[in-house]
T-cell receptor
Framework: GAGVSQSPSNKVTEKGKDVELRCDPI?????LYWYRQSLGQGLEFLIY????????KSGLPSDRFSAERTGGSVSTLTIQRTQQEDSAVYLC??????????????FGPGTRLLVL | SQKIEQNSEALNIQEGKTATLTCNYT??????LQWYRQDPGRGPVFLLL?????KEKRKERLKVTFDTTLKQSLFHITASQPADSATYLC???????????FGTGTQLKVEL
């Protein structure tokens, strides 16, 4: 079926506003990841969901960042009180079986966030 | 600290030549390493995975080597084409659930 989709594709917001970014993983994929890619930087891991397990939030840069995954499918990344340093591309990925070392991650096109 | 390094300078090569990209890491002992391709405005796309006990892996014009002693992986594209122009990222599994840590990527440009 369709690949990983993300919305919006672009988001411009003012400093201090909250934003919500959405990710629709590939149907049937149990694992979902959020990454951030800043200009000239590599992808930075943010958070990982697997089934009904507690998410791995070890990459979230501050408590302004949070994420949910409802019904084991769609995920929303929320950034509260946005700062200019939050400007980046936010990428979502999903995988079928994260416990198989051969499993790869399938990435969405990303949401480009610009905080003015 | 843990680090994954890739050549930050862009690599420009002529069509038909072999492109070689380098990925070096420190303070990791990854069980396997992955290479991804990323085009402008798009998410990364998986290319190849190599395990720690594999010295070399091939897929069509692509070849990856993995030297756990040197802590280095080399990514080769033979008979390169302009369509191979992109940024190439290496990634290590650094946590449970296949959590990946990525290098900063190397931009490859294949010229006619």
């Amino acid at each position: 079926g369709a690949g990983v989709s993300q919305s919006p594709s672009n988001k411009v917001t003012e400093k201090g506003k909250d934003v919500e970014l959405r990710c629709d993983p590939i149907s049937g994929h149990t694992a979902l990841y959020w990454y951030r890619q800043s200009l000239g930087q590599g992808l930075e891991f943010l958070i990982y969901f697997q089934g009904n397990s507690a998410p791995d939030k070890s990459g979230l840069p501050s408590d302004r960042f949070s994420a949910e995954r409802t019904g084991g499918s769609v995920s929303t990344l929320t950034i509260q009180r946005t700062q200019q340093e939050d400007s980046a591309v936010y990428l979502c990925a999903s995988s079928l079986n994260p416990y198989s070392y051969q499993e790869t991650q399938y990435f969405g096109p990303g949401t480009r966030l610009l905080v003015l | 600290s843990q680090k994954i390094e890739q050549n930050s300078e862009a690599l420009n090569i002529q069509e038909g030549k072999t492109a070689t990209l380098t990925c070096n890491y420190t303070n990791y002992s990854p069980a396997y390493l992955q290479w991804y391709r990323q085009d402008p405005g798009r998410g990364p796309v998986f290319l190849l995975l190599i395990r720690e006990n594999e010295k070399e892996k091939r897929k069509e014009r692509l070849k990856v080597t993995f030297d756990t002693t040197l802590k280095q992986s080399l990514f080769h594209i033979t008979a390169s084409q302009p369509a191979d122009s992109a940024t190439y990222l290496c990634a290590l599994v650094t946590g449970g659930g296949n959590k990946l840590t990525f290098g900063t990527g190397t931009q490859l440009k294949v010229e006619l």
